[in-house]
Every structure is written in structure tokens, then in C-alpha cells.
């Protein structure tokens, strides 16, 4: 069907596969660059769909615009909710919760963080040995808001400079990507409905040229895109890519997801709750409630899980539980010669932090900004995949600091989760904090130093000390700041509508 084409102009782009991955890397390019490309997505109604990444961060909520969809249009068509950041409960220890709320907390200062002038509140209050970790989140605007069930988009704080709500969104991962088909396919998509049987390679390069269909239809391009998931039948099945395994630190490799009738309120934030081996997530949509137990098969067994799922969950449940096997880790090459591995068949992390959304927007993303003009030039692969492989590491870094960081005693799986050797990068961070408060990330990291405050305050890694600039302000003033932000915060939550009359009024 196209002439196939690395060396010159790069025109015929072909994504494997369809779900969230290929319809979001779709709508994206055709959005963008839709002028002077072919794109064709080839998916298969008979290969369903993992469909257990329901949740985001907030930075879906800037890509939904960028590709032009109505975000009211959206929360109906993919019966979505609103998500101000996620619940840990019982991750420290048993019967402790926290919250990785969205936004920011307190208020911003120059040169030092918010939390270093709450650090000497609680030692004002409290002494150094009483800090109450709780007392943090009574100055998060998200916080205060999820837990009493509100919602309303409002960019700031009245009469103020502090930040309004930040979200993200909980949807059904399969009604998000039928919305996305129909968005991509108006912006000039083509799809075709089929299973490839065939994929053909250039014998010099390794390039692929093209892939063929049961029916006998062979669909070339210049740049393939494989969005088939954990099959990864080009990056990996093709191309034999090779894949950076992260199980000595994350050592999960199971999921087991069943959705539920939805409850009578719709807590806007996501639930993760430990349990004795690896943690179960809650997600509530309009219709339904989404659940899901992460664990590891050298601790337990399927039908524990089954049962340990079941018995766990607020509602009845609305299908029978199924079982996603998976590997923690990423693909050695996100872009291997002529494919761009985008979504799962990149790479897998569980859905503790709800980042694989967020990995299939910032793929596509890259691609974009490194697409090639004419010809694929090694250099440009190189920066890409450099890019990934930090971005990756990042994220990666962060889900192990949870079960790091964890305090219960009640199984070798947690226990051995406290003795292991972490990457250094993360040990580094968690000692500084630890020593003096401060906690630095790059600017392209994906999670804040106000994420990696909550999650280390939150799990019981207190500062003992803060920095020098908040001893400028007398005890008086530490005082005053806290007792306003407070009232600020509390007035501002009260005049919110509640989560499901801000659904209802859409």
C-alpha cells in the first residue's frame, strides 16, 4: 500500500495496535503533523485490550487540550471522574494512611520548600520527637477537597496568588480510546481492522518494510509504531530489543483486576491500600468501580488472590476477575531502527502511581518533537532513547520508595522490602530528606519535590532538621503563616459543590 522509506522524507506511519497507546500516539501525530503524514492504525476487535490503566496525573488534562478534545465531551463519552491525587493506606504501617495529593501545599517560598516551615511549626508545637506527619496535608487545598468528597475547577484561591485544584482524571480505558478512534479518525486517521500474520524486514538494515494481514493485505511504511501491548510483536517478537528487568526492586509481577457496582458517592481520588502481600487499587467512574490487586506469585498464589480481591471490594462484582502476568521493567530501546515502542510493549510499571497513561502521552510527545524530516538519523534515536531511559528511572525510583519505605512486619514480602539495596540515586534522596528536609529533582522529572515530600513524610522519613531561612521569621509569624493558610484552605473547600454534583451538573 506505501513505499517504504527511512532514508529520505518520512511520510507512511503505520501504529500497531489500537487501545489507549495507538489511539493517543494517533490523534497526537495527526493533530500535529497531520498535514504532511500518512497515518494508518492497523488493530484487531478479536486482541482485546489490558485496560487496567484507568487512572492519570495531571498532566493528561494539558494533552486532551493540546489534541483538541472538549473536556466535558470527554468526562461524558469515557463515564470519567475527576482524581485530586491518590490514597495510601497502610503502607507505613497498619492502620496509617496519606495522601499524594495533586498541586502544591502550603505556600510557595524562594529557596526553600513549604514543608521546612511546617517542620518547625510541629517542633514548636510538638517537639522533635512528636512530629505529626497527619498535620501536613491540612495545608493541601487537594487534600482537604478529596477527603470531604468536593470538586470545582478553580485556578486559584480567591483573593489570593496560591494555586486552586490540581487533577486528573479516572476513566474507562476502553470507552477512552473508542472516543480517541473517533477524534483521531476525523482528524484524517486511517484504520484498519485486522491481525498481522507477517512482518516483512529490509535485509541489509533490519528496517521493517512492511506487515501483512490474515486476509493477504500488506500495509508498508516509512516509521512503525508498536502499540501492541506485552506482546510487543515488533520491538521485541521482530526485533529482539531486549528488556531492562526491575524485579530485584519491584517484585510484583502479577495484577488481578475485577470492577464492581459503583457506591452511592464518588470519592474523587484513587485508593491503593497495602495488604499482606502487594497492595489493591480502587477506582471509582460513574458506572462502575474499578479494582485491582497487585502481588507478587512467589508469595501468593492466584487463588489467594482471587479471594483476598473479592473479599475486599464495595460492591458486586460485574465480571470474573482476570489475571495480567507482567515483568517490571522497560525496553533496552523505546525506538529500535524503524519502530517506536509506545505503551505497554514499551515497558511496564504497576499502576501505583498511575504513570503508564502518562508514559504512552510522554512518548508520543518525544516522538513528536524528534520526528524525523528526512531520514532517521542515529543521533536523534540516541537522545530519544536517552530520554526515555531517565524518564523511566525517575519513575522508577519512586514506586520503589513506597515499599522502601514501608514499616509493617507481617510478611517476608514486606520485610524484604525493607532490607533491599535501592538504586543510589533514590537512597541519596531519602538520606538527604531524612538529615535536613531538602529534596531535589530535575526539571524534566515527572514527580515534584512536593510528590517525594508527601510519600517520605507520609511513610515515616521525617526531617530532623529544616533550612536556616525559615529561622529568619519569629515563632509569632510561623504561627500566623500556618493558622492562614488553614483557614484560607478550610473557607475555600466549604464553598466547593460536592464531587458528584460537579459530575451531575456537566
Request: net charge neutral.
Amino acid at each position: 500500500m506505501h513505499k517504504n522509506n527511512t532514508q529520505g522524507q518520512i511520510k507512511n506511519i503505520v501504529i500497531v495496535g489500537g487501545g489507549t497507546a495507538g489511539w493517543m500516539t494517533a490523534s497526537l501525530l495527526a493533530k500535529v503533523l497531520g498535514k504532511t503524514l500518512d497515518i494508518t492504525l492497523v488493530e484487531s476487535d478479536n486482541i482485546g485490550i489490558v485496560g487496567v490503566g484507568e487512572a492519570t496525573i495531571p498532566p493528561i488534562v494539558n494533552f486532551n487540550s493540546a489534541i483538541g478534545i472538549d473536556e466535558k465531551a470527554f468526562i461524558k463519552a469515557t463515564k470519567g471522574t475527576m482524581k485530586l491525587g491518590i490514597e495510601f493506606n497502610h503502607w507505613h504501617q497498619d492502620g496509617e494512611h496519606y495522601m499524594h495529593a495533586f498541586g502544591s501545599i502550603g505556600k510557595k517560598f524562594p529557596f526553600c520548600d513549604f514543608h521546612h516551615f511546617w517542620q518547625k511549626h510541629q517542633q514548636l508545637q510538638n517537639g522533635s520527637d512528636n512530629i505529626d506527619g497527619n498535620s501536613f496535608w491540612d495545608y493541601s487545598l487537594n487534600y482537604q477537597a478529596a477527603k470531604q468528597g468536593k470538586f470545582a475547577p478553580i485556578k486559584k484561591i480567591l483573593n489570593t496568588n496560591l494555586p486552586g485544584l490540581a487533577y486528573a482524571y479516572h476513566f474507562d480505558a476502553g470507552l477512552y480510546a473508542k472516543f480517541l478512534r473517533k477524534h483521531a479518525e476525523g482528524l484524517g486517521v486511517k484504520r484498519i481492522e485486522g491481525t498481522i500474520t507477517d512482518i516483512a524486514q529490509d535485509d541489509k538494515s533490519g528496517d521493517i518494510n512492511s506487515v501483512t494481514l490474515e486476509d493477504g493485505t500488506s500495509i508498508s511504511g516509512d516509521l512503525f509504531i508498536d502499540c501492541t501491548g506485552l506482546a510487543a510483536i515488533l520491538i521485541e517478537k521482530t526485533l529482539s530489543t531486549g528488556y531492562d528487568d526491575y524485579s530485584h526492586w519491584l517484585p510484583c509481577d502479577r495484577a488481578i483486576a475485577v470492577a464492581c457496582e459503583k457506591t452511592e458517592n464518588i470519592e474523587p481520588y484513587t485508593r491503593s491500600t497495602a495488604h499482606k502481600v502487594g497492595w489493591q487499587w480502587r477506582i471509582p467512574l460513574q458506572h462502575r468501580t474499578g479494582n485491582g490487586l497487585v502481588y507478587a506469585s512467589k508469595h501468593m498464589s492466584d487463588e489467594e488472590a482471587k479471594a483476598l480481591l473479592l473479599k475486599n471490594i464495595d460492591g458486586k462484582p460485574l465480571a470474573e476477575p482476570k489475571i495480567i502476568s507482567f515483568k517490571t521493567g522497560r525496553r533496552r530501546k523505546q525506538w529500535n531502527k524503524n519502530v517506536i515502542a509506545i505503551g505497554l510493549s514499551s515497558g511496564f510499571f504497576e499502576p501505583l502511581e498511575a504513570t503508564n497513561i502518562h508514559l504512552i502521552q510522554t512518548a508520543a510527545t518525544r516522538l513528536v518533537k524528534f520526528f524525523p524530516h528526512q531520514g532517521i538519523n542515529l543521533e536523534e534515536v540516541n537522545e530519544f532513547n536517552r530520554q526515555s531511559k531517565v524518564e523511566s528511572e525517575g519513575i522508577r525510583d519512586f514506586i520503589i520508595l513506597h515499599y522502601k519505605l514501608n514499616n509493617r512486619g507481617d510478611s517476608e514480602f514486606w520485610r524484604a522490602c525493607q532490607r533491599m539495596d535501592v538504586p543510589e540515586s533514590l537512597m541519596n534522596k531519602i538520606q538527604l530528606f531524612k538529615k535536613t528536609g531538602k529534596v531535589f529533582c530535575q526539571p524534566d522529572d515527572l514527580f515534584t519535590e512536593t510528590a517525594w515530600q508527601q510519600v517520605m513524610i507520609g511513610q515515616g522519613n521525617i526531617p530532623e532538621d529544616h533550612h536556616p531561612l525559615v529561622d529568619t521569621l519569629s515563632e509569632e509569624q510561623v504561627d500566623d503563616l500556618m493558622k492562614n493558610l488553614k483557614i484560607l484552605i478550610n473557607r475555600t473547600v466549604d464553598k466547593m459543590p460536592s464531587h458528584d454534583d460537579f459530575l451531575r451538573s456537566l
